[in-house]
């Protein structure tokens, strides 16, 4: 049996869309591969929100390439979907399944895994083979060209349900997408492009999968989607993000629910009840802001204005004065003054967040922003986000030290290390704070930690 490895980039909607795809070739029995250079197969899903992350893709394919040069390499995810014959050109790349066929990938799997199960030993060929586009009812498997596997993205209906493990959390904190795609045409983003219209799991389902992440072992569980706030409108009948966080806590055993990602207008007053009334509820909002700047947001066709994601923001200081309230931030979109910039940098300034993810502007093919002429250059675009960072930075070092000398509940992940102090076990806060606790726990422990101080960026604390 064929044995595949599976390398992730991009935000955790993708990362639950590789899970999925695990979930289901473990299913039909294949093993997964401990390291890149040992693996039968490997699925590389993509990200492209910006150049750099195609960039990254790019190398890491030619990487991947070059250490094993003698497995089968499936490329999927947002970049596929957006530009697959670029990828399609690269050595060493067999398919290229856009996000549309997604659900192919573990029946090409099984047809690798047969093929090189009777294969000789032969070389691959070598030299150059033109690019074959092929439908998804024409899987023949030969060495050399690489396929296409991609379609009408607005067309797709099925949502794939698998939880993630986070990162470095592990199996403590896994991620479950609810939601995906996006009705939105915000003018820099490809998003809505490459993973289609809004579409949710039903309610039931969400409950389900929940339980079973419970019944696991699981103690948070991460909701995440593309766009979130506009869970369930889809559905038949309608479903609402507030209504299911209320089932969730009401239907199942989590005993901490953190959710991703909500736009602005989305952060309702009832929503922050929600959050305010249960502390299995992770104190933990993140609001897209993109810019301070209302010229810059009409042009980035954004549905707010500064002043209305403040009182947003705001609300939930109030509701939550213990929260950790973060924000993406673009420098550099076309058209930015300098007198837009300040004013980006003059609203962060006052407003209650705890961090920043700053990106720089990065033209987007397809997208209403690649077509303005107004280019900022891109020695502004980094000094703009260099500064954004720094006040990122500030805000999030504010936050962390009037948490010294509190007691905060923390989940233990499966990450330690050791320091002049001592071993060390990393472990998460309701509010998103990155704790040290002295000495070595088991992961996926919720212990009531206080808080001594921060060092090297993180908290430090003692369990009581």
Not at 26 to 38: D, F, K, L, P, Q
């Amino acid at each position: 049996m064929a044995t595949f490895f599976i390398e992730q980039f991009g935000c955790r909607a993708t990362q639950a869309d590789a899970a999925a795809i695990e979930r289901q070739l473990v299913e039909r029995g294949y093993a997964a591969s401990a390291e890149v250079h040992s693996a039968d197969i490997i699925v590389i899903n993509t990200c492209t929100v910006t150049a750099a992350a195609d960039l990254q893709a790019r190398q890491s394919i030619r990487s991947i390439h070059r250490a094993n040069p003698a497995a089968r390499v499936i490329v999927t995810g947002c970049y596929a979907q957006r530009a697959p014959e670029e990828l399609a050109a690269l050595q060493g790349v067999s398919w290229v399944v856009g996000n549309s066929h997604k659900p192919e990938i573990p029946r090409l799997v099984q047809q690798m895994g047969q093929e090189m199960a009777h294969a000789s030993s032969a070389a691959a060929p070598q030299g150059f083979v033109p690019l074959s586009i092929i439908a998804s009812e024409t899987l023949s498997l030969t060495r050399g060209p690489a396929k296409i596997l991609t379609g009408d993205i607005q067309e797709q209906r099925e949502l794939l349900v698998a939880p993630v493990e986070g990162g470095e959390a592990g199996h403590t904190r896994p991620v479950l997408k609810i939601q995906d795609g996006c009705n939105k045409r915000c003018s820099y983003c490809v998003i809505p492009h490459v993973r289609g219209r809004s579409r949710s799991i039903a309610p039931r389902s969400v409950i389900e999968e929940i339980r079973k992440l419970c019944e696991g072992g699981a103690r948070e569980v991460v909701l995440s989607g593309i766009d979130l706030g506009n869970y369930g409108r889809d559905l038949a009948p309608h479903a609402e993000l507030g209504e299911l966080l209320r089932r969730i806590l009401g239907e199942t055993s989590v005993e901490r629910l953190r959710v991703s990602s909500v736009e602005p207008m989305d952060i309702t007053e009832d929503l922050i009840a929600i959050f305010a009334a249960s502390e299995r509820m992770a104190r933990h909002l993140h609001m897209p802001l993109q810019s301070g700047s209302d010229r810059i947001l009409a042009a980035m066709h954004r549905w707010y204005r500064a002043e209305h994601y403040a009182r947003r923001a705001d609300l939930a200081r109030e509701s939550l004065p213990d929260a950790a309230i973060g924000a993406d931030v673009i420098a550099g979109f076309p058209g930015e003054t300098e007198e837009d910039h300040q004013a980006t940098l003059s609203l962060i300034e006052r407003l209650p967040l705890t961090y920043l993810h700053v990106f720089s502007f990065s033209s987007r093919p397809g997208t209403a922003a690649a077509e303005l002429r107004n280019q900022v250059p891109e020695q502004e675009i980094a000094r703009r986000a260099s500064e954004l960072r720094a006040l990122g930075e500030k805000k999030k070092a504010a936050f962390q030290a009037a948490q010294t000398g509190h007691t905060m509940r923390a989940l233990t992940l499966n990450r330690s290390g050791e320091d002049a102090s001592g071993p060390w076990t990393r472990a998460l806060s309701s509010n998103y704070l990155d704790i040290r606790v002295s000495g070595e726990c088991l992961a996926n422990l919720f212990l009531d930690v206080r808080i001594s101080g921060v060092k090297e960026g993180h908290l430090t604390g003692s369990a009581l």
